[in-house]
């Protein structure tokens, strides 16, 4: 195993993805955090202890968390009630930035986590359509998907739960006021949708990770700019904050295996 120059162990691919989750709430201000997931919700407490301190975190219930508990314990000192029709107060005016999951994502970041097959008849149910529709017109929503595959990245998903750029535009200006994909992050890369058509770029690799491996696992075509970067690396304080403070039993490990 490879150690840091203070002797650390090196950083994982689930400390890269913890750490690019992190990053999508960076500047963010005074919102909402709604991570959904292992590793974004390591992210998030971990964006809001180095470099976005003004974040709301909640328990995943209806309390605002004033202090950083580890994952999976309860906070220790409460700073607000968060009712749900607060919740959605904040939805509906742009003030929460949530990470969903995806069991489907399309180029134009259209998401489904609904069904597999036709909607009428289905291979398969899955959640349901459930509120993706609000968070995506509603608040910044960024996707977390922990095994990169073309079965999740498809040319076009089975059903459309959160809204793609494709479709946001042609609702015309009342769905576009919020609307908005900041990034993608998966346990290959971190991907956007900077580009002249929105659809998606891959915008760093994590280290060991090539460009050949994400296309191939990718069942759309890319726009790959001709270098791309390396996820960035944590440093020594985020590590230390994600082994120690923020997931002392390596639960992104689990999610993220070696």
């Known amino acids: 195993m490879s150690v840091t120059e203070t002797g650390l162990p090196a950083a994982t691919r689930a400390e890269y993805c913890v750490v690019a989750c992190a990053e999508a709430w960076r ?18 407490r971990l964006a809001k202890l180095t470099f976005s301190p003004d974040l709301l975190l909640t328990d995943g219930e209806a309390l605002l968390m004033a202090d950083v508990p580890a994952v999976g314990q309860r906070p ?5 009630w968060l009712p749900f029709r607060q919740h959605l107060a904040l939805t509906a005016t742009g003030r929460r930035h949530v990470m969903m999951g995806a069991s489907q994502l399309d180029r134009y970041g259209n ?3 609904s069904c597999i097959g036709d909607w009428a008849r289905p291979t398969r149910q899955l959640l349901g359509v459930r509120g993706a529709p609000v968070n995506t017109l509603n608040n ?5 998907v922990p095994k990169h595959s073309a079965r999740v990245f498809v040319e076009r998903v089975d059903m459309v739960s959160g809204v793609g750029y494709d479709r946001a535009a042609a609702a015309g200006p009342a769905a576009t006021r919020y609307h908005r994909i900041p990034e993608v992050v998966t346990n290959l890369g971190v991907f956007d949708f900077e580009t002249p058509d929105r659809t998606m770029r891959l915008r760093s690799l994590h280290p060991g990770v ?3 491996q994400v296309t191939a696992a990718t069942g759309f075509a890319l726009t790959v700019p001709d270098e791309v970067p390396f996820t960035r690396e944590p440093t020594e304080a985020e590590l230390r904050l994600i082994r120690e403070v923020v997931d002392p039993k390596g639960l992104r490990e689990r999610e993220v295996p070696a």
């Open 140 to 144: 910044p929503t960024s996707y977390w």
């Open 76 to 80: 220790g000192a409460v700073e607000g």
């Open 27 to 44: 500047g963010d201000g005074e919102v909402l955090a709604s991570p959904m997931g292992t590793v974004p919700a390591i992210g998030a």
């Open 111 to 113: 998401q489904n986590i």
């Open 210 to 212: 090539t460009v050949e």
